[in-house]
């Protein structure tokens, strides 16, 4: 059964603090993996990878992804109250359709 | 602009009705999708659409059906048969082929 894992699944951290949020999967028919960010409401998209080691970036996050040992990180770095949010990671599969699996969501807190 | 609406956003319900949740784009997707998000369990498919007039179930269908009679609109319905419906529904849609989905901002159903 295809399956995404993230941890930890909750996070308490104080403003500045350097965070690595971890997604694992075992599916079959990989074609990428995806990361969101969701504040109470909509998931906003942030990241998709498609190719091992290359490191996407965007201002104090980015995310690579190990295709060989099925997993990848978002790092936050110097984070603010703002980043607090829920974290989602997505692995979308070649199937007949876009068939795309999430994990359970890491919830990180950013506290004054 | 373009985006995608739900509504309610919020929907409070008896045991025993039937209730439908609203789904729009205006992004001229081909393919929307409709999730339900539990605390800790993540996103869930319930059904997705690649095209008017055509839907699939997804993982967790029973107790709810759709339908896809225009592009831009895709509403759900929770029936009665759905044992345990409460929670924050999410609907989704993208351009065919890719798995960066859009979602919009949720239906919060709660079961009285």
């Known amino acids: 059964e295809d399956k995404v894992v993230q941890s930890p699944l909750s996070l308490v951290v104080h403003e500045g603090d350097t965070v690595t949020l971890n997604c694992s999967y075992e599916?079959?028919?990989?074609?990428?993996l995806l990361w969101y960010k969701q504040e109470k409401k909509a998931p906003t998209f942030l990241f998709m990878l498609?190719?091992?080691?290359i490191e996407k970036k965007s201002g104090r996050l980015s995310s690579i992804l190990d295709k060989k040992e099925l997993f990848s990180i978002l790092n936050i770095t110097a984070t603010q109250t703002g980043d607090s949010a829920i974290y989602l990671c997505?692995?979308?599969?070649?199937?007949?359709?876009?068939?795309?699996?999430f994990g359970p969501g890491t919830s990180l807190s950013v506290i004054p | 602009d373009g985006g995608i609406t739900q509504s309610p956003k919020y929907l409070f319900r008896k045991e025993g009705q039937n209730v439908t949740l609203s789904c729009e784009q205006n992004?001229?997707?081909?393919?929307m999708y409709w999730y339900r998000q539990d605390p800790g369990q993540g996103l869930r498919l319930i059904y997705y659409?690649?095209?008017?007039?055509?839907?699939q179930k997804g993982d967790i269908a029973e107790g709810y059906s759709v339908s896809r009679e225009k592009k831009e609109s895709f509403p759900l319905t929770v029936t009665s048969a759905q044992k345990n419906p409460t929670a924050f529904y999410l609907c989704a849609s993208n351009q065919g082929y890719t798995d960066t989905q859009y979602f919009g901002p949720g239906t919060r159903l709660t079961v009285l």
């Open positions: 599916v079959t028919n990989f074609r990428s």
């Open positions: 659409s690649q095209i008017v007039n055509d839907f």
């Open positions: 992004l001229n997707h081909d393919a």
């Open positions: 498609t190719s091992s080691g």
């Open positions: 997505a692995v979308g599969l070649k199937t007949s359709y876009d068939k795309v699996i």
